[in-house]
């Protein structure tokens, strides 16, 4: 069993910072790839950026929002800076990874709510 465990989200004005985590935990063999989602009100879940074998980030973020990931920890970190009304959305982790039985899994945390409103 693997589950990944987010933490940071919140209210902040426009201009403000925010930092969020993901912590992976269980049976896990590798994780390649780890990245964070979002799905704003009456939208689709999108990227918002990832890290893999390269980092890629949703133009609409590009410059402000920055991942990272400690792999020791196998956690990831989305610090977000300059937001934004828009960027108001439920954010999710999401892992690919194998766990220990060898098998590739693609795994979602539970969400964390992040509003930028004054």
């Known amino acids: 069993q693997v589950q990944l465990v987010e933490s940071g989200g919140g209210l902040v004005q426009p201009g403000g910072s925010l930092r969020l985590s993901c912590a992976a935990s269980?049976?896990?063999?590798?994780?390649?790839?780890m990245g964070w989602y979002r799905q704003g009100p009456g939208n689709q879940r999108e990227l918002v950026a990832n890290?893999?074998?390269?980092?890629n980030y949703a133009d609409s973020v590009k410059g402000r929002f920055t991942i990272s990931r400690d792999n020791a920890k196998n956690t990831v970190y989305l610090q977000m800076n300059s937001l934004k009304p828009e960027d108001t959305a439920i954010y999710y982790c999401?892992?690919?990874?194998?766990?220990?039985?060898?098998?590739?899994?693609?795994?979602w945390g539970q969400g964390t709510q992040v509003t930028v409103s004054s």
């Open positions: 269980g049976s896990i063999f590798r994780i390649d790839a």
């Open positions: 999401n892992a690919g990874l194998y766990g220990r039985d060898y098998v590739f899994r693609s795994i």
């Open positions: 890290s893999g074998g390269s980092t």
